[in-house]
Antibody, heavy 119, light 107 residues
Framework: QLQLQESGPGLVKPSETLSLICIVSGDSISDSGDYWGWIRQPPGKGLEWIASIEYAGRTYHNPSLDSRLTISIDTSKSQFSLKLSSVTAADTAVYYC???????????WGQGTLVTVSS | EIVLTQSPATLSLSPGERATLSCRASQSVSTYLAWYQQKPGQAPRLLIYDASTRATGIPARFSGSGSGTDFTLAISSLEPEDFAFYYCQQRRSWAFTFGGGTKVEIK
């Protein structure tokens, strides 16, 4: 059974870079057609798609975050990662990693990790 | 960017009642729309994809309909575990977007 697990610092200082990793287990990260993505949810608010990547490295970014985003994949470690630079308090959120599988929607999710931006 | 507007923001109903949730897109998304359920402290769960196909393991009381710009999620008879937040999401363009959500609460 596919499992995704986010990891990374829970506290990041303003203007610094937020870095998260999602470890994929129970299925291959290299399955053709699967995309791996990041979605975030500020406390008490709705969901926002951040970026997605497929196993060969093709990426798609939310235009509103594009200039600050880096998403990458390491198939040898069965993980993908997110870097968001120049963070502010507005980037405080629960960050989820998820798979866009054969349904073409996000059909498997990690449990989420809260990242707080504060000095 | 395709904007998804969900209504109502809050739906107050009793167990056993029918729930009807709406999602309207700012431009056509064909049938490239999904619905998710989210309970407090949990990740979202995919309920419906491609507007009307139930995801694996989703009970038959959940149904989706619509195409173009207007979509509906219906829950035929609310069970206690159905009181939660519901979000729609489009994949018509690669700039995926979510609706603002509808909270289904116990009346």
């Amino acid at each position: 059974q596919l499992q995704l697990q986010e990891s990374g610092p829970g506290l990041v200082k303003p203007s610094e870079t937020l870095s998260l990793i999602c470890i994929v287990s129970g299925d291959s990260i290299s399955d053709s057609g699967d995309y791996w993505g990041w979605i975030r949810q500020p406390p008490g608010k709705g969901l926002e798609w951040i970026a997605s990547i497929e196993y060969a490295g093709r990426t798609y970014h939310n235009p509103s975050l594009d200039s600050r985003l880096t998403i990458s994949i390491d198939t040898s470690k069965s993980q993908f990662s997110l870097k968001l630079s120049s963070v502010t308090a507005a980037d405080t959120a629960v960050y989820y990693c998820a798979r866009r599988g054969e349904t073409n929607h996000f059909d498997s999710w990690g449990q989420g990790t809260l990242v707080t931006v504060s000095s | 960017e395709i904007v998804l507007t969900q209504s109502p923001a809050t739906l107050s109903l009793s167990p056993g009642e029918r729930a009807t949730l709406s999602c309207r897109a700012s431009q056509s998304v064909s049938t490239y729309l999904a619905w998710y359920q989210q309970k407090p402290g949990q990740a979202p769960r995919l309920l419906i994809y491609d507007a009307s196909t139930r995801a694996t393991g989703i009970p038959a009381r959940f149904s989706g309909s619509g195409s173009g710009t207007d979509f509906t999620l219906a829950i035929s008879s609310l069970e206690p575990e159905d009181f939660a937040f519901y979000y729609c999401q489009q994949r018509r363009s690669w700039a995926f977007t979510f609706g603002g959500g509808t909270k289904v609460e116990i009346k």
